[in-house]
């Protein structure tokens, strides 16, 4: 299973008590069998199920006492790949950092990518192979290129050609390089040269955004999305502008003040951005879903949730238990990815009474449901431009506990890092572990505030930082600090004292 519940039992009749789902994982892990496609039942449309015989299936809607396996299924049908990749790099990004990039882009392709490089001065540079030799191509605006010209070469010719004379892009620097940029121009480049072709683009800022409205924003971001594409993008600021830009897209947004050696690209997937698909009894009802796009079909007999994009995703239910005489009920789920199409089949009694449901509560599922839905209502209303100082008042008051000593400990107090954190809770798997904590190190201390972490280095030497790194699926931006005090102060913002630890 990919999702996870935050109750083990079902709402009693005449309770209004929140109840719902939170995506774990990208895709199913443990026993997997694989099965030819199932039929649907010819009542309610659902896909069928195998039966613990293993020689039957049934509709677990229609009939959910029927002895099912308790076992995910797999067929082979699969989400399309995203092979053409867009590498895009401002040129204020420093050498040393695109070489490390350059390499984690080639150890993260396989022979079936090919890649477009382009460059962000003051115009759109691509660079390109002739001859097998380096040319750069420049436009000033993306009406300007054509899907004639191919601007791709394969990974192999990135690490032999391109990243040994990529030194020679700087001398592209302008006299006078501004410090903004209309990077929604580069979306729009990606989408022209894809010509229709599901894409992965990368893009490394350190400047900042160009203004845009909301309307804009939005159109450009279901653009890509109409292409099949997904975007990642690594800034040192603008999360409200940029998270605009990916909001329809589900890819990652994070900060790159200081770059790790490697491994950022392997955290930038495209599996994630999966089919996902709940089928359940007519009496259930989706009420709300976040980091997702999709539609819902009602009929008295299933309730089909049906997401082209889910990412970190969570579903809220209501549920009538005076539409149904079962007191057992499924609900099917069915994820595809390129991988294939699995199936899991999730079981539930209805509680006996408004007690018994909830002391069924799991507690994490729970809390990440609240906070997801939480950083969704947030972030939907800054992208349609709203002032976030003035809803976060009356969105804030039902979860102010629950933020205490996590990285929301003290949100308002900077709206571009509070969206960053916000959008890291909307779209990260699992059971969202935002809480603030010291960690020691080998003659150091980190702090970590998903999705930061604070290096003490007072000698300028730490570098033992990337076993804590490889332990989240996110990029965490790196931050290191010089002295005992200042570190300290950082702490104290979050409830922290590290004379405790």
């Known amino acids: 299973m990919t999702v996870a519940f935050s109750h083990k039992l079902l709402p009693p009749a005449d309770c209004t008590d929140i109840f719902g789902c939170v995506q774990q994982s990208e895709e199913p892990s443990g026993d997997i069998i694989e099965i030819k496609k199932p ?20 509709c677990p809607l229609c009939h959910p006492q029927a ?56 115009r759109i540079v691509f660079i390109t192979i002739v001859n097998g030799l380096v040319v750069f191509e420049t436009y000033t605006h993306s009406s300007e290129i054509t899907t004639t010209i191919s601007h791709s070469f394969d990974r192999e010719t990135l690490k032999n050609v391109v990243i040994p004379s990529i030194s020679s892009a700087f001398a592209l620097i302008p006299a006078k390089l501004l410090n903004v940029y209309d990077y929604y121009d580069i979306f729009k480049c990606a989408c022209k040269i894809s010509n229709e072709t599901p894409f992965k683009l990368f893009l490394f800022s350190n400047r900042h955004c160009d203004t845009i409205n909301a309307d804009d924003a939005k159109y450009i ?27 329809s897209v589900f890819g990652k947004v994070f900060s790159v003040t200081t770059l790790p050696k490697s491994g950022y690209l392997s955290k930038l997937g495209d599996k994630h951005v999966n089919k996902f698909r709940i089928f359940a009894p007519g009496a259930f009802e989706f009420t709300k879903v976040t980091n997702s796009s999709g539609n819902l079909r009602m009929s008295p007999n299933l309730s089909k949730l049906k997401l082209n994009g889910f990412t970190g995703g969570s579903v809220r239910f209501s549920f009538d238990a005076g539409r149904t005489d079962f007191k057992i009920l499924r609900l099917l789920e069915e994820v595809r990815t390129t991988s ?32 997801k839905g939480f950083a969704s209502d947030v972030l939907r209303s800054v992208w349609n431009g709203d ?36 959008y890291y809770v909307l779209c990260s798997y699992g059971n969202t572990d935002i809480k603030a904590r010291i960690v020691k190190m080998e003659n150091s201390e980190a702090l970590i505030v998903p999705p930061s972490v604070f290096i003490l280095d007072e000698d300028g030497k730490s570098d033992k930082y990337e076993e804590i790194l490889s332990k989240f ?7 290191f600090i010089q002295n005992k005090s200042a570190f300290q102060f950082v702490a104290e913002k979050f409830g922290l004292n590290i004379a405790d630890i």
């Open 340 to 371: 294939g199409t699995f199936l899991t089949l999730h079981t539930f009694n209805v509680a006996e009474s408004v007690e018994k449901f909830r002391e069924s509560i799991q507690n994490e599922v729970y809390n990440t449901l609240i906070l």
């Open 473 to 479: 699926d996110w990029p965490f931006e790196l931050k």
């Open 67 to 122: 002895t099912f396996a308790n076992k995910t299924f797999k067929f082979d049908v699969k989400s399309r790949e995203r092979n053409l990749i867009v590498f895009v790099f401002d040129i204020t990004v420093p050498l040393s950092a695109l070489n490390v990039l350059l390499y984690d882009l080639y150890n993260n392709t396989t022979d079936k990518d090919t890649i477009s490089l382009i460059l962000v001065s003051d």
């Open 39 to 58: 039929k649907r039942c010819r009542n309610c449309k659902c896909l069928m199920f195998p039966l613990e015989d293993g020689k039957r299936e049934d």
């Open 221 to 247: 971001s279901e653009m890509v999305k109409e292409n099949d594409s997904i975007i990642h993008i690594g800034c040192i600021n603008e999360f409200k502008r940029f998270t605009a830009a990916t909001r």
């Open 387 to 422: 002032k976030f100082d003035q809803i976060l008042p009356n969105l804030l008051l039902p979860v102010k506990d629950l933020l205490k000593g996590t990285s929301l400990h003290n949100i308002g107090a900077n709206e571009q890092i509070d969206i960053l954190r916000l």
